[in-house]
C-alpha cells in the first residue's frame, strides 16, 4: 500500500523508538518529567518565545490557546477553511463559547485589510474582537505557504487593534524548509504557536503550544481541565526531540517527493491540478473531469493499492507526501492514478452523468 492519505499515517522510526525507549521520565503533572521539559525548552527557544508546553495533539493546543486568548462571547478571526472551522469538532463553540468571524483567503491567506474590516465596533451590541488566527501551512489552501511579509501584516494590524494574535502552525516547519526562514521569524509577534509532531515530523503522539510565561501557566490550567494533563509523557516526548533533530531538513525530501507527483499527473488530460501551487507535502487536485466523485475515485486508487482522501470537496482529491512514501512509490502511485482516470474518462465524462451508468462503468473496471 502506497499510503498518500495524511502525514499523520508514518509509524516511529527504529532510531525515534530507541531514543523512546531510552527516554528518563517522571510526573508531568508535577513538572518532573525531563524528557518533556528538554523539548519544552527546545520548541520554546526554536519558536523564540518564553515557554512551550507539551500535550497530546495540536487540536487540545489550538482549543487551549483560544481559551486563554478569549472570554465566552468575544470572536475569533479565523480563515474559512482552517483547522478551528473544519476539522476540531465544533471546539471553539464548545470550550470556549466564541463566535468565529470567518474570512476567505487566497489558497488560506488572508490580508491585514480583512482583519481590520472583521474587527467589531467597540459597542454593547457587539461581540468583542479577541484574536486573529493564521494556518502555517494552510492545510486546505493546499499546503500553502504564508510569506514572512504577509505574517507580519496580520500582526501589525492586531497589535494596532489589540487583538492577541495566534498561529496553528501544526506544519509550520514545513514551511520554515520551503522558505528557508526561520521558525522564530515566522513565529515573530505570535502570541501563541501551535505546532505538531505527529504530522511530517514523524511522531507517534503530540504536539507544542508556545508562548509567554504568563501564556504558558493559564494554558497549563486549561491542560489539566481538558483531561490532557499527562503522567511519564517523556516516553512520547523523547521522540519529539529525536525528530526536531533529525526529521525537520529531511522535510525538503516530501516538498519534492509532492512536486514530483503533481507534475506526474498535471500532464493527464482529465485531471485539474496547477502544479506550481504544491508549495509543501500537501497536493490537491480535481478529478471532476473524469466523471466519478472523489470517494469513487479513492476506491478505485485504494482497489490498485494507492491511498488518498476526499474530504475536501466532492471531486476534490488530497494526496500527501512524508517520510514513510519514497520518490519511487510517488513515481508508482502517479502512474496508478493516471491509469484510473484514463479507464475512467474512456467511458466519457457524460456517459457518466447518470448513476445507472456511473454504475457499470464501476463494475466494469474492478
Ligand atoms: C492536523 C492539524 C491539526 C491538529 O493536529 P492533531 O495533532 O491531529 O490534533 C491542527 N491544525 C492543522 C492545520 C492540522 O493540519
Known amino acids: ?49 518564553q515557554e512551550a508546553i507539551f ?11 483560544l481559551k486563554v486568548h478569549t472570554q465566552p462571547g468575544d470572536e475569533a478571526i479565523v480563515e474559512r477553511s482552517s483547522h478551528f472551522v473544519t476539522s476540531e469538532a465544533g471546539g471553539p463553540a464548545f470550550l470556549s463559547g466564541v463566535m468565529l468571524h470567518m474570512v476567505t483567503g487566497t489558497r ?7 482583519v481590520e474590516a472583521g ?42 487593534h489589540k487583538l492577541g494574535t495566534h498561529m496553528d502552525g501544526s506544519r509550520l516547519m514545513n514551511a520554515v524548509v520551503a522558505s528557508g526562514t526561520t521558525a522564530r521569524e515566522q513565529a515573530e509577534g505570535y502570541d501563541s504557536v501551535t505546532f505538531c509532531l505527529t504530522k511530517g515530523l514523524g511522531c ?40 526536531l533533530d533529525y526529521n525537520v531538513e529531511r522535510l525538503h525530501e516530501d516538498h519534492e517527493n509532492a512536486k514530483i507527483l503533481a507534475k506526474l499527473i498535471a500532464g493527464l488530460p482529465n485531471i485539474e491540478i496547477n502544479a506550481k501551487d504544491v ?17 469513487d475515485f ?14 475536501a470537496g466532492p471531486t476534490l482529491i488530497r494526496a500527501v507526501t512524508h517520510l514513510d512514501v519514497s520518490r519511487a512509490d510517488v513515481e508508482e502511485a502517479a502512474r496508478i492514478i493516471a491509469e484510473v482516470a484514463q479507464t475512467a474518462s474512456s467511458c466519457g465524462p457524460s456517459a457518466l452523468s447518470s448513476p445507472a451508468a456511473r454504475a457499470t462503468a464501476r463494475s466494469a473496471s474492478f
Open 1 to 49: 500500500m502506497i499510503d498518500l492519505s495524511s502525514d499523520t499515517v508514518t509509524k516511529p522510526s527504529a532510531p525515534m523508538l530507541a531514543a523512546m525507549m531510552k527516554a528518563s521520565v517522571g510526573d508531568d503533572q508535577r513538572q518532573e518529567d525531563p524528557s518533556v521539559n528538554t523539548l519544552q525548552e527546545k520548541a520554546a527557544n526554536l519558536l523564540g518565545k
Open 55 to 65: 500535550l497530546p495533539s495540536a487540536t487540545m493546543a489550538n482549543e487551549i490557546a
Open 108 to 114: 488560506g491567506i488572508f490580508v491585514p485589510q480583512q
Open 119 to 160: 474587527i467589531r465596533r467597540d459597542d454593547p451590541h457587539c461581540p468583542r474582537s479577541r484574536v486573529v488566527c493564521v494556518e502555517q501551512t494552510s492545510n486546505r489552501g493546499g499546503g500553502s505557504v504564508w510569506p514572512l511579509e504577509a505574517l507580519r501584516g496580520v500582526v501589525e494590524v492586531a497589535h494596532k
Open 204 to 243: 507517534p503522539i503530540g504536539a507544542l503550544l508556545a508562548g509567554d510565561r504568563e501564556f504558558i501557566r493559564q494554558a497549563r490550567r486549561y491542560k489539566h481541565l481538558f483531561g490532557g494533563a499527562m503522567r511519564q509523557a517523556g516516553i512520547v516526548a523523547a521522540a519529539g526531540t529525536y525528530a
Open 279 to 295: 508549495e509543501t507535502n500537501l497536493i490537491y487536485f480535481d478529478v471532476a473531469q473524469t466523471g466519478l466523485s472523489g470517494s
Open 298 to 311: 479513492v476506491a478505485r486508487l485504494l482497489a490498485k493499492n494507492v491511498r488518498v482522501t476526499s474530504s
